[in-house]
């Protein structure tokens, strides 16, 4: 027998005030109510199901609230996309009339000039842009590297607009009124949307032709290069960078602000990952004690939060068209935002990233592909899609492909019959945008581990966040799993398998509990979060005045390694921070864009008057080129070869990207040895180092030459070093692997080998970055090692070489 009416109707009341939390507005709070009453009543529980109605009700609620987000941000993506294709009038003058005499033959002479272009323009203009294919796809199908088709398509558009151009400029004219048309059948809207496409590109080109070429709102990603012919120079030509710019977005420095506004402000811009764009139409929600608040990006990506009284606030979800959620689970977003009355922050940056396709294959042990095959989106490790969860469920067709959208480092599970197989979206397929999962003969990860979370004195708490990641430094395919506690303090994990997992709890006002080495399967683990100590202090910039916008990383020591148990981003006018920890000693970091981060600062459980302190840091020019052509490459990410943290939307290691002509200045460079990744689409990342750094300085311009992947070749990263992959086992530095063909080979060095000094330095005090940055250089200069071989200490001269890793 199910719940009865009678019983939901008396508790949904309760549940007032968790909807208000959720959504704003009586109309939408009773709405909420309403739709959960009636899944409740058509869906009961079964009659065996011994939890409180007032619990279930709050999951029945919370699962409803996600779902009318995701059925949201659907339908304005729908009618984005139909905006952009009829345009929708708001803001716009009205085009004169055109004789449709005038359009007609303007089509006819488009249609003319498309007939006549050359080959190969013309295939490569028609499957782009009348096909719809991608760059990408069109390179698969002709056989051809990515860079070669979009040269094609650059050329083919400016020689259909040298066609077209009759030095009076009728014809874009001509087809201004097709954009607000009315269309009645599939054929008619399809043959329109693709004609206000080509006419829009080759326009762009036609009024740019004595102009720089504009950058698009929505730009190629980072990991799909742009030709940009007029910037290219001769084969051979020195680069010119310009002098410095203003800084790139997400590299601008937070201010603090006097604002008439009474509950405080706080403003900034939503950017696009990889372009640096604004995000346009992006929807923010923060919450608070006194419930959700929802502000919209305009069209450059601003936003602004001024509520009507001072508090503090959670950022809990953004979300926009065309770009991947920030969705954490409910009341565990690392994103807080302190305001007070009378003062304005400004100047916040929060990323997004874009819904790329990737393309996936599934295939059999003997590399044919598998049709029908059942792909899931396991997770990603960040939790950050929990709310808002994009598609996560595909079937492959008859080659065995699917497309999908997803995270980086997310884990993707393919099953046919009996046979199953994994595979990681690591940074070679963020490169190539190609993921293959091979079937085989695998148990199912159907593994689960339940227990309770508890306070000091053994009473539940509710809505603790319980995650857990594999153990071992190398977690391969498998997964990370996160789960919620009921309000008896219970948690299920699953989708495990049988090895091994770390798990960690959190939870507000309670220091954060963890669990070492559990096997998937067990059962009654019990995680115990006491109340903790305080850790407080306050984060000042470079000029010592308080950084009210920030990130905050807390580790653990352990030798040469470094945990991470805290990553808060903040944005506090004063600059203040506070964390309840274990007890223990910790090592606390803080970075903000614009500036470089703070020295690694050690401090106790119970400390409150830490003071973190950012530096001016230095600034590095330079452009990023094709090493082939010497094109400039566009939109490529440059970052500091050091460990981030934090939330995507504000990582404390954000890097930049280049500009369309491949220019680029990297800020916050904090003191010291100097290593920077960088990384586009199409191409081999690199890792650029042997510079030092000191604040105030500008180094550079430097020209970065990428080297083209071939067809089906994988990525592999070209660096200066020994040609070892190393990491942190206790005071020492654990060799991994040796590198065929590297100094480190050639000097004897062997995997097992634990490097205990580098250049007569300890490892321990370096970590694993600083140690890494000390064995980067020269080509064919020399690093000593100091090893530990058994119960032998051997001391190596190495020398540096370039490789490929």
Request: proline share 7%; charged share 20%.
């Amino acid at each position: 027998m199910g719940v009865k009416p009678e019983a939901v109707l008396g508790e949904l009341e309760g549940l007032r005030a968790l909807a208000r939390s959720l959504v704003h507005g009586d109309a939408e709070v009773d709405d909420l109510l309403q739709d959960t009453a009636i899944a409740v009543l058509q869906r009961p529980p079964a009659s065996d199901d011994e939890r409180p109605v007032r619990a279930w009700l709050k999951a029945v609620l919370r699962n409803r609230w996600r779902m009318d987000r995701r059925s949201e941000v659907r339908r304005r993506a729908r009618e984005h996309a139909v905006a952009i294709a009829l345009g929708d009038g708001a803001g716009t003058s009205v085009a004169p009339a055109v004789d449709p005499i005038d359009r007609a033959r303007a089509l006819e002479k488009l249609a003319t000039a498309l007939v006549a272009l050359d080959e190969p323009f013309r295939t490569a203009v028609i499957r782009r842009y009348l096909d719809g294919h991608t760059a990408a796809q069109i390179a698969r199908a002709l056989g051809i590297p990515p860079g070669t088709v979009r040269w094609r398509l650059a050329t083919g558009l400016a020689r259909l607009r040298a066609a077209l151009d009759e030095r009076s400029p009728r014809w874009p004219a001509a087809f201004a009124p097709l954009a607000g048309a009315t269309v009645k059948t599939k054929t008619s809207m399809t043959f329109l949307v693709v004609l206000i496409l080509l006419l829009g590109v080759i326009g762009a080109v036609w009024f740019g032709r004595d102009q720089p070429a504009p950058v698009p709102v929505v730009a190629q990603p980072a990991h799909e290069t742009v030709a940009v012919p007029k910037l290219a120079p001769p084969r051979g030509a020195p680069i010119t960078v310009p002098p410095l710019r203003d800084p790139l977005p997400g590299q601008g420095r937070a201010v603090v602000l006097a604002s008439d506004a009474a509950g405080g402000l706080a403003a900034g811009r939503v950017i696009n990952w990889s372009t640096g764009d604004g995000v346009a139409n992006a929807e923010l929600t923060f919450t608070s004690d006194g419930g959700a608040s929802t502000v919209r990006t305009r069209d450059d990506g601003a936003f602004e939060l001024a509520p009507a009284a001072p508090g503090r606030f959670v950022l809990s979800a953004i979300a926009a068209p065309g770009f991947l959620p920030y969705a954490p689970e409910l009341l565990h977003s690392t994103v807080h935002v302190a305001l007070a009355r009378g003062q304005a922050v400004r100047g916040i940056t929060v990323f997004l990233f874009p819904a790329l396709d990737y393309h996936g294959t599934v295939v059999d042990a003997r590399g044919a592909p598998v049709t029908g095959a059942r792909v899931r989106l396991l997770g990603t490790p960040s939790g950050e899609q929990v709310i808002d969860k994009p598609q996560t469920e595909w079937t492959t067709d008859r080659d065995g492909h699917f497309t999908f959208h997803a995270a980086d480092d997310a884990v993707l599970e393919a099953v046919r019959g009996n046979a199953r197989g994994w595979a990681r979206l690591d940074g070679d397929v963020v490169i190539t945008r190609q993921l293959t999962i091979t079937l085989g003969d695998a148990p199912a990860r159907d593994q689960t581990i339940t227990g309770r979370a508890v306070d000091a004195s053994g009473a539940p708490i509710a809505d603790v966040l319980v995650r857990a990641t594999p153990s071992g430094v190398h977690p391969g395919t498998r997964s990370t799993a996160f789960a919620t506690s009921g309000p008896d303090g219970a948690f299920t994990l699953g989708g495990l398998d049988r090895d091994a997992y770390d798990l960690a709890a959190e939870a507000e006002d309670h220091a954060p509990a963890s669990a070492a080495h559990i096997t998937g399967g067990s059962h009654d683990v019990t995680l115990t979060l006491d109340a903790g100590l305080p850790l407080a202090g306050q984060v000042v910039d470079g000029n010592g005045e308080p950084a009210p916008s920030y990130t905050l990383l807390v580790f653990r020591r352990d030798g040469a390694a470094r945990q991470l148990v805290v990553a808060r981003s903040i944005v506090e006018p004063r600059g203040r921070f506070a964390v309840r920890l274990p007890r223990g000693a910790y090592e606390l970091l803080a970075a903000a864009t614009g500036w470089a981060p703070s020295a690694p600062t050690p401090a106790s459980a119970g400390a409150t008057d830490i003071r973190l302190t950012l530096s001016a840091g230095a600034t590095l020019r330079g452009v990023v080129v094709d090493g082939a052509d010497q094109r400039p490459i566009p939109y490529a990410r440059i970052m500091r070869e050091a460990n981030g943290g934090g939330a995507s939307a504000q990582p404390a290691n954000a890097g930049t990207v280049t500009r369309p002509d491949g220019t680029f200045e990297l800020t916050g460079i904090p003191p010291g040895p100097l290593s920077i990744s960088i990384t586009a689409g199409g191409h081999h990342p690199k890792i650029e180092a042997a510079m030092t750094a000191s604040d105030g300085q500008t180094l550079g311009p430097i020209t970065i030459a990428l080297t083209q992947l071939a067809e089906g070749e994988q990525p592999s990263v070209e660096l200066v070093g020994i040609g070892t992959a190393l990491s942190a086992d206790g005071d020492a530095l654990h060799v991994d692997r040796v590198i065929a063909g590297s100094g480190a080979e050639a000097a004897g060095i062997v995997a097992g080998d634990l490097v205990t000094a580098i250049d007569g330095l300890p490892v321990a005090p370096l970590g694993i970055e600083g140690a890494i940055a000390k064995i980067r250089g020269v080509v064919g200069t020399t690093v000593a090692i100091t090893l530990r071989r058994g119960d032998q200490t051997v001391q190596l001269v190495v020398q540096r070489r370039k490789f490929h890793a």
